[in-house]
């Protein structure tokens, strides 16, 4: 990335020996402490710019050749006041040595704006004995009696929870430089941070100017010589000092987040239109489109409503090109009847899901992986349609190509399950090379073959070609009632359970074409456990631990809902135990009125359980919070200590 | 080709459409019904426009007059209840080659398809919509509709319906970047063919009502509509709807209406005593979102993958 002139001041004005690079101002790095890996939170009141400061520091880790995943915690309030546990805002960023899958457990660092928001974290039990507690200490003088006296709370609470407190001046350092130390201070932190990790001040300043690229000169200045005094001040005053060795990447890698590698997805699988209504946490994605997609020959339509939008993109998806419509769940609620009527018309569509919290509007910037069942089963009447779920970043952006492609091969809709933390985890993956093939086809426009009907379904594969507005003599009327190869409402028993039985046939084709998943760790063994979606990394570490420690246990992950990954019940008879672990809800054995037959399980369960009639148990909840290795390894060692 | 010279050949045109190129199978309407005179307009229409069958598409609701794209031989999307408007506006939006037609009753456009509907106006995009008003539903036997009037008797409302009905004129009126709306019967030939063609050459959404005769439900309305003349009007102004001599001399009532003029417009839409037929408002000059959609079409495989790595390179390592 280019840094610009600004960047090459500040080396003359800051710089100690002038050897090029703004880094090389920090003190020998040979008194650092060598780690493999850290987890750092950033939590301030809302707007106070935290997450900023934590997706600059994780971007430049991942450009210094870090694993690195991030994840923003955010307030459910537009505006909550300030100084409450509902503002707390912030972000967590775990980076190390080797790739990182996951947001990991207890944070070893938390920078803190105030002492109210990080009780928020306290609450969630996300920091531990020997937590570094970095706060601003304004709060000790602050004017009101109150106020000093919670900080003064607070500060002994933070001991005596073990946490290792460090007060420090925030604003009375940013006041050195700015009138107005409530914006900025952010970058004040990041620049304490990259001395406390010795990150390249270069990479720093650099991403700060791509931050505030639509903002004035003056803006980024500021903030460059923030960055320049928070790095100073620790390099003087703090004797954290890290060092996290990073691999040299042997490929080129991109940094981004779920919603960004779905919509570079969308533009790289050729789909020239999205279609939305905005909503949480989907929207993000059409913003990153809003702003590139009409470069790579595709513009976006805000619909007046997710009725609307998923209607519009059947539309379009009629008259040729395949679109994509994206939304979360109360919108997938809605889209329902669309959805339905794609399947009944044979209509390719891209609907992707960024799963939140529910039901109803539930939590809206929480995730949860709570929309199988609705998306499977959600139509009246049989609805089979392809369901796939990634299950990492990078998979986000494959996945959608990939789903271009079946939906249009099987004229069907084909919907994608992402969720809240994989839309707002940022992770680097390998730069894909852009294909030709991955792009649609240009709509075909040639006469329409005489003889043919609009659905002349082969009868083995349920398979039919489609014809598209503009091809002469394919003329035809889609529509939702039940109807004849030619497209004729007819409402005889034998066509309607003929038609029904193809629909469903093209799923068994695809079927066919799916290889049996892989298993992480041993073919067989005392305890398999099965995940699907962003549960992915998380789980595997924790099974790695557990494999560490000599337990028998594996883990496989399906990355294809509808239909499912084949051989999962030759695979399942390997193992003594299977059990799925999943953020949604579903009863625990334990709970009153609960027994073995009226237990309600969790939605992969329930569907692992109906297709190989393996009594599969389920490990899963409702926190809203992304699944920590720890918690399913102390799960998984409660499993096999059974 | 055997020796014959290029200039012995007469030259024909590529393809003539006539009337039997537009149509398909029997309408299943009852006798009687309107949709029948609507069906024979728009197939003079598409012959006289000699609109391509295949690059024509009819995007229907659900209700009687939504069966309409079966009985068209172009393309049609008979799709779900009060979404008409999206369907239709999504092929549009990246296909400006396509005619595109939206078939719509009162039912799908004024109850469950409002939202669609009044946002369809503001997208403004080159689309005929033909409104078949009836006032009642009649594919589900009865029940009220939101444009009956007070006091129709259905099967939802045995003693009468009470609330005031909608006004799809003045809705439409309403509406923000509105750009054709317009009034015809089903029951006048000449008046309804003019209409129909005025709103197919509008550049931009044409919004047109028709009064339609329901006799298997609405018999006494259909025998106060059609034989009392003088509770019809026609609009006549020289740059509105130019109907037949023949509507002329069966209506006798006139009324000048300069269809810029959008708060006379909205007064005759007002008009309770008096059904207009012709040309409320038009504005050639709105904007039109279906230009904003189809603005960076074709690009080639190669600028698109260079757009994306170009992008790809503000998120590289």
């Not at chain 1, 041993?522 to 699907?532: C, F, H, N, P, Q």
């Not at chain 2, 339609?212 to 609009?235: Q, Y």
């Not at chain 2, 001399?249 to 012709?278: C, M, Q, T, W």
């Not at chain 2, 698109?304 to 998120?315: F, G, P, T």
Request: with cysteine; net charge negative.
């Amino acid at each position: 990335m280019k840094i610009s002139a600004i960047v090459n001041q500040f080396k003359a004005n800051f710089m100690e020996d002038g050897n090029g690079s703004l880094a090389a101002a920090s003190p020998q790095t040979s008194d650092r402490l060598v780690l493999k890996e850290h987890i750092l939170e950033i939590v301030s009141d809302s707007g106070e710019g935290a997450q900023k400061a934590g997706q600059s520091f994780g971007a430049v880790s991942a450009k210094m050749g870090n694993g690195v995943w991030t994840v923003e915690i955010i307030p459910a309030d537009i505006q909550p006041p300030p100084r409450t546990k509902e503002s707390a805002s912030g972000i967590r960023i775990r980076f190390g040595s080797e790739k990182i899958t996951n947001a990991g457990d207890e944070a070893d660092v938390l920078v803190a704006f105030n002492e109210i928001v990080p009780y928020t974290r306290i609450e969630q039990n996300v920091y531990r004995e020997g937590t570094i507690v970095l706060i601003e200490n304004k709060w000790a003088t602050d004017e009101s009696r109150d106020i000093r006296q919670s900080y003064a709370t607070a500060i002994e609470d933070f001991k005596s929870r073990g946490f290792v407190v460090y007060e420090i001046p925030m604003e009375e350092e940013c006041l050195r430089l700015t009138p107005n130390p409530k914006k900025g201070k952010n970058m004040w932190v990041l620049g304490m941070l990259s001395h406390i990790y010795d990150r390249d001040l270069d990479k720093a300043a650099a991403q700060i100017e791509y931050t505030f690229r639509s903002k004035s000169k003056a803006v980024v200045d500021s903030n460059l010589q923030l960055l320049q005094a928070g790095y100073d001040w620790a390099r003087e005053n703090l004797s954290l000092r890290y060092r996290i060795p990073s691999i040299e990447a042997s490929q080129e890698l991109v940094v981004m987040n779920g919603n960004e590698a779905l919509s570079f997805g969308i533009q790289a699988a050729g789909i020239e239109l999205c279609s939305m209504y905005p909503i949480t946490p989907a929207t993000s994605t059409s913003h990153h489109l809003a702003e590139c997609i009409q470069s790579s020959g595709g513009i976006i339509h805000q619909a007046e409503d997710e009725i609307a939008a998923v209607g519009f993109a059947i539309g379009a998806s009629y008259a040729g090109k395949t679109s994509v419509t994206i939304t979360s769940g109360p919108g997938l609620a809605l889209k329902t009847e669309f959805l339905g009527l794609a399947v009944m018309a044979e209509v390719p569509l891209v609907v992707i899901d960024v799963q939140r919290g529910g039901p109803s509007t539930g939590l809206p910037t929480k995730v949860e992986q709570s929309d199988l069942l609705a998306v499977l089963y959600g139509q009246p009447g049989d609805s089979p349609k392809v369901v796939l779920a990634p299950s990492t970043i990078e998979e986000c952006f494959h996945f959608v190509i990939l789903a271009r492609k079946i939906a249009e091969s099987f004229r069907m809709p084909v919907i994608l399950l992402s969720d809240a933390n994989l839309a707002t985890g940022v992770q680097p993956f390998p730069r894909p090379e852009l294909r030709e093939e991955w792009l649609s086809p240009p709509v075909d426009q040639s006469p329409w073959k005489e003889g043919v009907t609009a659905y002349d379904w082969d009868e083995k594969t349920g398979l039919s070609q489609r014809p598209v507005p503009g091809q002469a003599g394919g003329e035809y009327t889609l529509t939702g009632l039940a109807h004849s190869s030619a497209a004729k409402v007819t409402y005889l028993p034998e066509i309607n359970q003929k038609t029904a039985a193809l629909r469903s046939r093209k799923l068994a084709t695809f079927g066919r074409t799916l290889k049996p998943p892989r298993i992480h760790g041993d073919e067989e063994g005392r305890l398999l456990i099965v995940g699907w979606g962003s549960t992915r990394g998380a789980i595997e570490e924790a099974v790695d631990r557990a494999r560490e420690q000599g337990g028998r246990v594996s883990s496989l992950h399906l990355r294809f809902l509808s239909p499912m990954e084949p051989g999962l019940k030759d695979i399942f008879r390997r193992f003594d135990k299977v059990m799925t672990i999943e953020i949604n809800y579903s009863d625990s054995p334990d709970d009153p009125m609960i027994t073995p037959e009226n237990r309600r399980y969790a939605q992969l369960a329930w569907l692992l359980r109906a297709q190989t009639l393996v009594d599969v148990d389920c490990f899963s909840n409702v926190h809203g919070q992304p699944l920590r290795p720890g918690k399913i390894f102390a799960r998984i060692q409660k499993e096999l200590n059974q | 080709m055997f020796g014959i010279k290029q200039d012995f050949i007469c030259e024909l045109p590529k393809k003539y459409y006539t009337l039997s190129n537009y149509e398909k199978g029997v309408a299943r309407w009852c006798p009687g019904c309107g949709d029948h005179a609507v069906l024979s307009a728009v197939q003079r229409l598409c012959r006289e426009e000699q609109l391509p069958p295949e690059k024509t598409v009819f995007v229907s609701g659900i209700g009687c007059s939504s069966r309409f794209p079966h009985y068209m031989n172009t393309y049609g999307f008979h799709g779900l209840h009060g979404r008409a408007f999206p369907v239709a506006c999504g092929v549009k939006f990246r296909r400006p080659d396509l005619n595109v037609f939206v078939i719509t009753g009162d039912g799908d456009c004024c109850s469950i398809g409002a939202g669609a509907w009044i946002h369809a106006i503001r997208y403004n995009m080159n689309i005929t919509t033909i409104l078949f008003d009836n006032q009642i539903y009649g594919m589900t036997k009865k029940q009220t509709s939101p444009t009956s009037r007070i006091g129709t008797v259905s099967n939802t409302h045995p003693t009468g319906s009470v609330l005031p009905p909608v006004n799809p004129l003045q809705t439409s009126l309403g509406m923000a970047n509105a750009s054709f709306v317009a009034q015809t019967a089903d029951w006048v030939p000449g008046h309804l063919f003019a209409t129909l063609k005025a709103g197919y050459e509008h550049p931009g959404f044409a919004f047109i009502k028709v009064i339609m005769r329901c006799s298997k439900f609405m018999g006494p309305l259909v025998e106060e509509m059609t034989t009392n003349r003088d509770a019809v009007s026609i609009l006549t102004h020289e740059n509105g709807i130019q109907p037949d001599e023949g509507t002329l001399r069966a209506f006798k009532n006139h009324r000048a209406h300069d269809p810029s003029d959008i708060n006379a417009a909205r007064e005759l839409a007002e008009d309770k005593e008096v059904s207009y037929l012709g040309l409320f408002f038009q504005d050639k000059e709105a904007m039109r979102y279906d230009l904003y959609g189809a603005h960076n079409l074709g690009f080639s495989p190669e600028e698109k993958i260079s757009a994306v790595n170009a992008q790809l390179d503000k998120y590289a390592v």
